[in-house]
């Protein structure tokens, strides 16, 4: 089992910058992809980005340039820094966590809500 603790999130303005972290617990593999997902009310849960343990990433077109996922493989924490906010980006925002053994595992965090003002 994996457990998935995140924080950092709040309210800010636009134009502003939040960084969030999720710490992950349990039996990580090292094959575990690592991200951050975005829910904003009324709309589906979407993709933010990813990182695999190698550094690979994988980040939406609609926060390239803003937002940076980082990985602490040491510390089985994931990270993202969120500048140049804009009210789009208000969402609760779920740490991720996809690993394979004989089956895909996919574990959440409980969210965080992020809030951004015009």
């Known amino acids: 089992q994996v457990q998935l603790v995140e924080s950092g999130g709040g309210l800010v303005q636009a134009g502003g910058s939040l960084r969030l972290s999720c710490a992950a617990s349990?039996?990580?593999?090292?094959?575990?992809?690592m991200g951050w997902y975005r829910q904003a009310p009324g709309k589906q849960r979407e993709l933010v980005a990813s990182m695999t343990r190698g550094g690979s990433t994988n980040v939406a077109y609609f926060v390239k340039g803003r937002f940076t996922i980082s990985r602490d493989n040491a510390k089985n924490t994931v990270y993202l820094q969120m500048n140049n906010l804009k009210p789009e980006d208000t969402a609760v925002y779920f740490c991720?966590?996809?690993?394979?053994?004989?089956?895909?595992?996919?574990?959440w965090g409980q969210g965080t809500q992020v809030t951004v003002s015009s």
């Open positions: 991720n966590v996809i690993q394979v053994d004989y089956r895909t595992n996919v574990y």
């Open positions: 349990g039996s990580i593999y090292s094959s575990a992809v």
